[in-house]
């Protein structure tokens, strides 16, 4: 029997969109025959996945998992291509399985979870449902204090704080607050230095279309980058409960502090395909005439 390296099941995998462990397994039975492997899956289920592996999946869920001990936090975001199988009881059964996966792994490495069972559970999923299905990706936060999660009610938001004092209850407001808000670093100094020099550069470059003086440029540019900072992080923006108070306030008034968080929205990032279906037709149309 022929060995079969890692690169040649990272080619079938380019191939085919298939996992891992599924194009291992055909190219033993193909004995390393990569024509040959790809010929096998395309006769079994396997290669109808994939085809629809090739289909952008932007819609789907976030959910949530905090330990007993409040001491380690978890997200995962599954895709679907539409919100009618992301409210499918079988896609949210695979979303459950994949988050305690994840807690029972202990890891966010999402091809490595993915890796066995699950993912033959995925394009089980991908056959009965007829869509493309995408484990997209995990998050961890293990904490000193404790961890608290905020999942919204349409499960396409979920949150995770990592306070180091306070109660559940406090936690909570602070996590449907980034989730509603949604800043950028918990506190100003998070902020990375190349997004700050990056807005910068563009505040520099509209105060001096102003006409004014350097030295009013340069303290119009201060007075921006204070207020950017304060809009984008956390801890200096109005809660959302309370306006009056900052989030930082009602973190000092409860001898509380933030240590991190992580945000999920479903889709973010995934460009979406607007299909004009008419168009799609005419075309069609068009090529069966020619």
């Not at 990272?10 to 191939?15: A, I, P, S, T, V």
């Not at 990592?162 to 209850?169: A, K, P």
């Not at 030295?215 to 109005?238: A, C, D, H, W, Y």
């Not at 037709?281 to 020619?290: D, F, I, R, T």
């Amino acid at each position: 029997m022929a060995a079969i390296s890692a690169s040649l099941v990272k080619d079938l995998r380019e191939r085919t969109s298939l996992g891992m462990m599924e194009c291992k397994k055909a190219l033993v039975e193909a004995n390393g025959d990569i024509d040959l492997a790809i010929e096998n899956l395309r006769k079994s289920s396997g290669m109808k996945a994939a085809k629809k592996a090739g289909r952008v999946a932007a819609e789907g869920v976030v959910t949530a998992r905090i330990s007993a001990d409040n001491k380690t936090g978890l997200l995962v975001e599954v895709n679907s291509e539409t919100d009618f199988v992301a409210r499918d009881d079988s896609f949210l059964a695979f979303v459950n399985l994949v988050a305690d996966k994840a807690v029972e792994s202990n890891s966010a490495d999402v091809e490595e979870l993915m890796s066995g069972e699950l993912e033959d559970a995925r394009e089980s999923l991908v056959q009965k449902i007829g869509e493309n299905i995408s484990v997209r990706r995990i998050a961890r936060i293990e904490s000193d204090g404790f961890v608290t999660a905020y999942v919204h009610g349409n499960k396409r938001i979920a949150v995770l704080v990592d306070l180091t004092l306070g109660t559940e209850e406090l936690g909570k407001d602070v996590a449907m607050h980034v989730a509603a808000v949604n800043p950028q670093v918990a506190k100003p100094d998070n902020m990375p230095q190349d997004l700050l020099d990056k807005e910068k550069e563009i505040f520099c470059v509209q105060a001096a279309e102003s006409g004014k003086p350097p030295e009013i440029i340069e303290k119009m540019v201060e007075g921006r980058m204070r207020k950017f900072l304060s809009e984008n992080s956390l801890t200096e923006q109005p809660f959302v409960k309370d306006p009056d108070m900052t989030v930082g306030k009602l973190l000092a008034n409860t001898n509380s502090d933030i240590s991190g968080f992580v945000r999920f929205e479903v889709g973010e990032g995934i460009e979406k395909v607007e299909e004009d279906f008419a168009a799609e037709v005419a075309k069609q149309v068009e090529s069966a005439g020619a």
